[in-house]
């Protein structure tokens, strides 16, 4: 079925105009789906009961969902007298979603259903550094190599979903200024990506994606979550009241540029002195190593250091562990998150950098802003980006507006 271009940003449910028994607001196709998304299954009067809809307009938006292959029959229902009637599902195989996180020397791609399921993945090092046109092509080339391997067609794609490390409009998909991607400014990545591949294309900031695809895997009923990535920058994903918050201009979140008190005399690439980007990052924390006689160059080094039980990198991650926390008592208490995940390449030798962390914001913080606080290691580490950049799509394509389009398509085609 051949896809045409959408807007870049989420979609968003449109009021709808009949309200249901039970308060829930429903009259098209879209909105009676939403109630299936769960994945339970549903018989045709359980849903008009639900929504207050004629049986025969409730049947007629079920076929048209069935037509379009979102739901499908899902066994019958016990009997009262007569036929027993069926019962719809969630068909999330139906089709299937491109998820790309592209980091400054890697991208790591998969490819998930409608659910969220990871299917297949892929990683390859890949310098963003190198410009928006040779990195889109070797992204592009490997997308279709995974099409391939799980033996799926591109007209089966329901959109793409693209991380990029640095701050990105949201609505355009358009990276914003970003300062280790050079010719990557105002550069149309849905635009190129869709002379590829003609579906929705939706890009954010590498970390907010992070925050999406950890909450939706292991934190789906936290409202309040940071999470908080220290790799080759740091930065943050905030979720609040069940919400990604991008800010007026796409920028919320860049903590990395948040001034460190005891970095008062350290220049930080952005042209300021003392942001936390310069001091606890991989590098800054490999360029402190080095600076007193420790060999190390990358935040791998100091990984690997740690790992081997070298006492000055286990010192130094400790001591980027308070740097973050110094920012972080502060967020705590603005945002009062209940769940802060650290998660990036530095949060991987275990706990030194999170006793840090803890340390300080626990000292610091309010102590009502604490009382219920976690701060935990990510659980889906590197996969966190390509999880919620699938999920970006889903929360895209399944709304209820979204819904509707796809339906128009397939009424269309």
Known sequence: MPKTSAPNRSAQATPS?????NGVGVSRAGDVFQLLRDGHARTRAELADITGLARS???????????????????EAVSSGGRPPSR????PATRVILAVDIGATHVLLGLTDLSGKLLCEMREHIDVATGP???????????????????????????????LPGPVEHSTGRPASPPIMPGWDSFDVPEYVQRRFRTDVLVDNDVNIMALGERAAFWPDAENLLFIKVATGVGAGIISGGLLQRGADGTAGDIG????PRG???????????????????PAVAAALAAGGVPAVTGEDVLDLARRGNLAAISAMR????????????????LNPSIIVIGGGLSSAGEYLLAGVREIVYQRSLPLATARLRIVQSMATDHAGVLGAGQMVIDHVLAASGVERLLAEQQAS
Request: aromatic share 2%; glycine share 14%; hydrophobic share 50%.
């Open 133 to 163: 046109v040779p990195v889109l092509d070797a992204v592009l080339d490997h997308c279709a190599q995974l099409l391939a391997q799980a033996g799926r067609h591109a007209s089966e794609l329901a959109g793409i979903g693209i991380g």
């Open 264 to 282: 008062a005399n350290v220049l930080c690439r952005c042209g300021n002195h003392g942001c936390l980007e310069a001091m606890a990052s991989g």
């Open 319 to 334: 001591q980027a562990g308070r740097d973050v926390g110094e920012v972080l008592a502060a967020c705590v208490n603005l």
């Open 257 to 260: 540029h948040i001034r460190v």
């Open 57 to 75: 307009t409730v049947a007629a938006r079920i076929d048209a969902l069935a037509a379009a292959g979102l739901i499908g029959p899902a066994g």
């Open 88 to 91: 719809f599902a969630f068909q």
């Open 17 to 21: 105009s009949s309200v249901g028994s």
